[in-house]
């Protein structure tokens, strides 16, 4: 489930985030929306998303010729109803920060399962250690 929470200055984003890492999100389940690129130094080395609804340039580009709006395509990856949409995006074009989480509930055993790097059974056969002939 998402949950979104407006605020206004940057020092209160990262309260909101240490919030929400409290509440047990992790930070791969954490967003920060804002009209503009974000430099957060705190956040350097973090798995916290630092989105922009202004996009690149290329990004710009695309929207004036097909017509899109950055707010509005940012948050329809957020399962929220429309007329809240409506109320972020005016947040968002107020200069007003978003902090977004959306849990992750997938499973990522497959990776444990098929990754040779997870397997902690040594493998049946000859080692190289083992030969009588020559090394190389």
């Given at each position: 489930m998402e949950d979104l929470t407006v605020v206004n200055s940057k020092k209160e984003v990262l309260s909101t985030l240490n919030e929400k890492?409290?509440?047990?999100?992790?930070?791969?389940?954490?967003?920060?929306?804002?009209?503009?690129k974000l430099h957060f130094d705190e956040l350097h080395d973090s798995e916290v998303n630092l989105t922009a609804t202004s996009g690149s340039f290329s990004d710009r580009i695309a929207r004036i010729l097909t017509g899109e709006d950055g707010e509005a395509m940012v948050l329809s990856y957020y399962d929220i109803p429309d007329d809240d949409k409506e109320r972020y995006k005016q947040a968002i074009l107020d200069g007003k920060y978003i902090v977004a989480t959306k849990k992750d509930d997938t499973s990522h055993k497959e990776v444990e399962d098929y990754n040779a790097a997870y397997i902690h059974e040594k493998p049946k056969g000859h080692y190289?250690?083992?030969?009588?002939?020559p090394k190389s």
């Open positions: 890492l409290s509440q047990g999100y992790k930070e791969s389940e954490l967003s920060v929306l804002s009209k503009e190289a250690s083992e030969s009588k002939g």
